[in-house]
């Protein structure tokens, strides 16, 4: 019900929306609650265990009950706090975790069975039989309980992320925060003050006070214009400050554009990462509930809220008002209704002593113990010393004091400390470097007071900042003590709640103290209080004042819960925010991209990179048959390859070759200029690292490569020796992966194509084999290599990127014309294979250079790294698992990549395992599959039949033991 | 978290390379025996207080550094390049 | 005789302009990666000024103006950026041409900061970052150097393999300020 005259809403703009289908009238700057409540929908929820019939309680993010569903389709974001949502023209709001209908739940069936769901229930009922769990018991009880549900469809929704950097975060925009900002921006500070609400001014937008004589709502708008005009002060309204980490950094989820009907472009929420000098925490104080019997009936709100209500939105919550407390502030409550003229039945004050009211009625010492109205309160039953009464009313707004927001202050591993003259946890000061706190966050409840720290913190934090502070005059507001006696349960039978989103009443806490879970983070897993999207906020304090009850202790020795963040909920959406679609990682496009994809070849991902698999031919159908003829087409003509994603690396400097000796296992300080040689890399504990082919370039000068897995981690590798182990050679380098386009030509044609593209003339005089020298490709300057990973007479030529695409265009073209063309992974792949080249399927991180055939690499003339512990006893013998090839000799010709290799006649279990299988390749130019394999002393093996299984397949195959070199092992092809 | 660089200034802990305790700069002597490698490569303390560890500023200027840090309160105490720890330097 | 054929790393996807950002490529001439020889640096540092007239950059510094500029490049390196070395440093340096590896864009109007504080990790305030100031840092997932050449003005290099993404990044987080800058 609307309340005219009072409230901040725009009654020049109307609006409407919808809830459960409903046509609902609101203004601009409802939120959907405010509007709900005016429309006197009382009813709005379902709550998670039972199905208890839930209204709303609160009117900010902390809210319980008021969870519903917004939009539909794939955006649809369930468990939004109704308290939170602002209101748009065409807004669609439905209840959930109900069925069929918010008023007629089936489920409601689960209050019944009340008895048997208390704490623990899910883990004494559904213990045995244990492979129940899965099938019947999870599925059955995911249904029951629940909130509201995800679509399961891609979500549309565009999700940022940004980074901001401030002298002075203010966090919250109350009586404390604004001052805080005020005296920090005049002073010319670069400040940052967020609030989650929408309109900034915390408790003075629902409060009558007044701020140097005018209400505090305007006052707080004057402020916030003020703010506005600074631009050394940003205003980030709707953004909740959700954790504090480590040196100054604070995470913060805006809500940019859920309260737009077109939100164009614009995301729905962005996340925030704020690097801050310094920061206040004034975050305020959030009221929190006493438990009696059925105090989770709709209408049944806190006392501030429905002072919200009726101040910031107009609207009255009830027409009967009775009001619940246990200290002076909830008489507010009474005082503002009464002066909008909205009836009071009577203030329930539990202090004897409460303060007298002229315009209403006070009933003191007593307090409320049963609410009746399941839908809709109805009547309330209250105790005092003479005995029970009821009055009827459709409103109880409740108080059992505040708690100060003390979350952030938590985060860092920080503990809150008691205050018992407010009955409450304070935050300890210097909880989290670099962060104090002021305000009713710090346990100051006077409007005063919030204004008096929120000035006293920001000039401290100036003064930090050696910042001069400007003129800032502390303004006049109301200053009246807070007046508490604790009081956390009403004694009675029946349930009283303190958790309402996890239906965790008073007797569970008390069954789980029973049952000895006394340690509050015990307590609070046993019975699942706090655990719910609120995290507590509403139920924390009062569960463990009942829990410190029941075990006889005080609250201090009780102790909280651990708070982390994030302070609210995040969605995962904004958490991961810039990682969707394309921005998951970058791509990595080889100058050859766009030519190979325009000849059909599919790309697979290779790390970062593109490459393409294979170039199918007219009338090919499958990848086979284009691996095939590529595999052909080099061994007999010349095949194209862009090999440019192998990492390059230009290495400088007078100590190049010593350099290099100490991270190659061989040595490179005596390879002459113009040659290139292989070289194999191992970390220090042994195992091998990488390989790859190095060339001297001039006698201070060699270009490494790296394989394309590996680039980035031997970058860094090199680095690594360089600076913290030999930072006295004088030697740089820098990558030049980027800077080459450079591009494997390979066949017996190979250099007749060459020849006829270069201005040199290539012969086996100027490149011989492992020769590398400068080349001129029409005019542009490169290099030519002759290396070979295809075991055929074959070069790589490098031109600077630029020119990549023209290149790889013009060899394509030389090549098809030559009877040859492009080849792609798959048939690169076993080129290799057929010729027993490693790559990191074999070099996987846990084999020797032993292990692959190649431990007379590691030169016995000098250290390396790795070499010392490669010497270790273990790493070399013939219980190594030793590379070896694999030819099928069986009935079935196929090998799969990571079988299991065993006796021939053995049982192919895991004790009797000999091996493994790595690569794998159907080589046509044997016509055979063909692999590469670890076996338990493999090179004293040849010639022998082993048992081939994938177990994961279900292939078997009899296989017999070879060199791994299948094809011309005397290397006369590379070589010739 | 956050690490000052010492080229680079305060920098976010996303553009670092974490290894692990700063001893991988006490490379022993190839004939150094088989506990000092025993210890150089696999032995690593766990301390509840302050660590000095390695860490790579591998998304700026490439520098390995030397930093001091307590793993209780997570303050950084200290950042120094390796190439200087070690004595050599750029 | 078939000639090669030059391609630029955003070939074909720039410039964009959204809401009052521009974002397009620019050739900056040769680029060339110098790092000094141990026990150099001072001499380097000399003929560096007496070949191109330019001061040796301090970190996080870029000297020169468009067209010659000398730019802090990471630990050991400095980025010449527009002639071609001058072959005297070839003795006071490792040398090595950079000129195909690099993307390079100049994102540049009112709001570009808040464009790059969705992808840049670093403090990018005018106060702090002055014009003149270099960074290696991060965008979004790739490595890139980034200097602010004027009030609303930056440079920004990526690995020319990551130009797509680099373009599609920018692009995304334009449009995302726009929209809020629309109203």
């Known amino acids: 019900m609307r309340v005219n005259g009072k409230g901040l809403v725009d009654r020049n703009s109307p609006l409407s929306f919808t809830f459960d289908g ?215 309204p709707r953004t909740t400050v959700t954790g504090a980490y480590d040196q100054g950094t604070y995470g913060a989820l805006e809500r940019v554009a859920h309260h737009l009907e077109d939100r164009g472009d614009r995301p729905l929420e962005c996340f925030w990462r704020i690097v801050a000098k310094r920061a206040i925490l004034c975050a305020g104080a959030i009221e929190r509930p006493v438990a009696f019997r059925n105090n989770d009936r709709p209408g049944i709100m806190t006392a501030s809220a429905v002072r919200t209500y009726l101040n910031r939105y107009g609207v009255a919550a009830g027409r009967t008002v009775t009001v619940f407390a246990n200290n002076d502030d909830a008489h507010r409550t009474a005082s503002d209704l009464v002066a909008a003229g909205v009836h009071v039945a009577a203030v329930i004050d539990s202090r004897d002593d409460a303060p007298d009211s002229a315009d209403f009625p006070v009933i003191k010492g007593a307090q409320v113990c049963d609410a009746a109205g399941r839908k809709g309160l109805e009547n309330i039953t209250f105790r005092t010393a003479l005995g029970e009464d009821k009055i009827q009313t459709d409103l109880l707004a409740v108080s059992g004091g505040w708690n100060p927001t003390v979350h952030l202050t938590c985060h860092m591993s920080g503990r809150p400390t008691w205050d018992p003259t407010i009955a409450a946890f304070v935050p300890t000061p210097g909880s989290v470097p ?416 032993f292990d692959v055939g190649l431990g007379r690499m590691v030169s016995q003339k000098k250290d390396c790294i790795g070499k010392t512990m490669s010497e270790r006893p273990g790493l070399s013998g013939e219980d190594r698992e030793m590379l070896v090839g694999l030819k099928p000799v069986g009935p079935v010709k196929q090998i799969t990549a990571g079988a299991h290799l065993f006796e021939k006649d053995a049982d192919p279990v895991r004790v009797n395992e000999q091996g493994y299988t790595t690569s794998v390749g159907f080589s046509p130019t044997l016509e055979s599959y063909l692999g590469l394999a670890f076996l338990r002393n493999g090179r004293a093996r040849h010639g022998e039949e082993v048992k081939v299984v994938d177990h994961l397949r279900g292939i078997t195959a009899r296989c017999v033991v070879c060199d791994p070199v299948f094809f011309d092992p005397e290397g006369g092809r590379m070589r010739g | 978290m956050r690490l000052t660089c010492p080229q680079c200034g305060e920098r976010d802990r996303r553009e670092f390379y974490y290894v692990g305790d700063a001893v991988a700069l006490e490379r022993p002597a190839p004939d150094a025996g088989d506990e000092a490698w025993e210890a150089y490569v696999h032995l690593r303390d766990n301390p509840a207080g302050e660590t000095r560890d390695l860490w790579y500023h591998e998304a700026g200027c490439g520098a390995w550094l030397v930093v001091t840090r307590n793993t209780v309160t997570h303050a950084v105490l200290d950042v120094v390049l390796a190439s200087d720890v070690k004595g050599g330097g750029a | 005789m078939a000639e090669l054929i030059a391609k630029s790393p955003c070939d074909g996807l720039l410039p964009v302009e959204i809401g009052g950002v521009t974002l397009r490529e620019v050739d900056l001439g040769h680029l060339t990666a110098l790092a000094p020889h141990r026990g150099k640096e001072k001499s380097f540092a000399e003929a560096m000024k007496a070949a191109h007239g330019l001061t040796l950059p301090k970190p996080g510094r870029a000297t020169g103006k468009d067209g010659k500029r000398l730019i802090w490049f990471g630990r050991a390196h400095v980025l010449l950026a527009g002639p071609a070395p001058a072959a005297r440093l070839l003795s006071h340096a490792a ?89």
């Not at chain 1, 966090?171 to 900034?200: K, N, S």
């Open chain 1, 22 to 236: 409903r046509r609902v009238e609101a203004f601009r700057g409802d939120t959907v609650a405010s509007a709900l409540l005016a429309a006197g929908e009382r009813l709005v929820g379902r709550s998670f265990k039972y199905h208890r019939p839930r209204g709303v309680m609160g009117a900010g993010s902390e809210e319980a009950n008021a969870l519903i569903t917004v939009g539909s389709g794939a955006a649809r974001d369930p468990n939004v706090r109704a308290t939170v949502q602002e209101v748009f023209h065409g807004l669609e709001t439905t209840s959930q975790n109900r069925w069929p209908s918010l008023d007629f739940d089936l489920l409601a069936v689960n209050d019944l069975a009340a008895p048997f769901l208390g704490a623990g229930f899910y883990y004494k009922t559904f213990m045995w039989p244990r492979k129940f769990w899965e099938r019947l018991y999870e599925p059955v009880i995911r249904r029951a309980a629940g909130l509201g549900a995800l679509s399961r469809e891609h979500n549309p929704d565009r999700y940022e992320k940004a980074f901001a950097f401030c002298d002075l975060l203010v966090i919250g925009a109350g009586p404390a925060g604004l001052m805080a900002a005020l005296t920090a921006g005049r002073a010319g500070a670069d400040v940052i003050l967020a609030d989650e609400d929408a309109v900034m001014g915390g408790r003075l937008n629902g409060e009558t006070l007044e701020v140097d004589g005018r209400p505090g709502a305007d006052w707080a708008a004057a402020v916030v214009a003020e703010l506005a005009s600074m631009d050394n002060v940003r205003l980030m």
């Open chain 1, 434 to 849: 670099g962060l104090t706190v002021a305000g009713a966050a710090n346990g100051a409840f006077s409007t005063h007071e919030a204004l008096q720290q929120g000035m006293a913190e920001a000039k401290a934090a100036l003064s930090d900042l050696g910042v001069k502070p400007a003129g800032v005059d502390l303004p006049r507001a109301e200053d009246g003590e807070y007046e508490i006696s604790p009081l956390w349960s009403v004694p009675g039978k029946g349930r009283a709640w303190l958790d309402f989103q996890n239906d965790v009443t008073v007797k569970d806490v008390v069954q789980a103290a029973a049952e000895n879970f006394r340690s509050v983070e015990h307590m609070k897993r046993y019975t699942t209080q706090g655990m719910s999207p609120d995290q507590g906020k509403n139920s924390n304090i009062g569960a463990l004042a009942v829990l410190a009850d029941a075990t006889g202790r005080g609250i201090p020795e009780t102790g909280t819960t651990t708070y982390r963040p994030p302070f609210s909920p995040v969605s995962i959406a904004a958490m991961g925010a810039g990682v969707q679609g394309a921005g998951f990682a970058p791509q990595r496009f080889t100058t050859s991209h766009v030519a190979s994809v325009g000849h059909g070849a599919p790309m697979i991902e290779a790390g970062l990179w593109y490459r393409p698999s294979y170039f199918p031919a007219p009338g090919e159908t499958t990848w086979r048959q284009s691996c095939d003829r590529e595999v052909n087409m080099v061994r007999n003509t010349v095949g194209i390859c862009d090999v440019s994603t192998l990492g390059k690396i230009d290495i400088q400097g007078k100590d190049a070759g010593v350099f290099l000796d100490f991270v190659y296992t061989n040595t490179f300080s005596t390879l002459p200029v113009g040659k290139a040689r292989y070289g194999l890399m191992l970390r220090e504990d042994g195992f091998v690292m990488d390989d790859g082919t190095s060339a001297r370039l001039g006698e201070n000068h060699y270009v490494m490569t790296t394989t394309t897995a590996a680039a980035g981690p031997v970058m860094r590798h090199l680095d690594y020796v360089h600076q913290c182990l030999v930072p006295d050679l004088d030697v740089s380098f820098i990558s030049v992966t980027e800077q080459w386009a450079q591009f494997a030509v390979a066949g017996p044609k190979s250099r007749d194509l060459l020849n006829a593209l270069v201005d040199e003339t290539v012969e086996d005089t100027t490149w011989p084999f492992m020769g590398c020298a400068p080349v001129t490709v029409q005019g542009v300057k490169g290099r030519l290599f002759r290396i070979s990973f295809s075991g055929e007479h074959a070069y790589e030529i490098a031109v600077p990127s630029r020119y990549g695409d023209s290149l790889f265009r013009l060899l394509l073209a030389r090549a098809e014309a030559m009877g040859g063309g492009a080849y792609g992974m798959e048939a690169l792949n076993v080129l290799r294979i057929e010729k027993g080249f490693i790559t990191h399927a074999e070099i996987h991180g846990r084999v020797t250079a």
């Open chain 3, 95 to 183: 040398v090595t041409d950079q000129s195909d590896a690099w993307a390079a864009l100049r994102i540049e109007g009112e709001g570009v900061e808040d464009v790059l504080a969705r992808l840049v990790p670093i403090d990018l305030r005018q106060q702090v970052f002055k014009r003149g100031h270099t960074a290696r840092t991060q965008l979004q997932h790739m490595n890139v150097s980034i200097t602010r050449l004027g009030d609303d003005a930056f440079m920004i290099l990526g690995f020319r393999s990551m130009a797509t993404t680099l373009v599609h990044e920018l692009e995304t987080a334009m449009s995302g300020v726009a929209a809020r800058r629309a109203g």
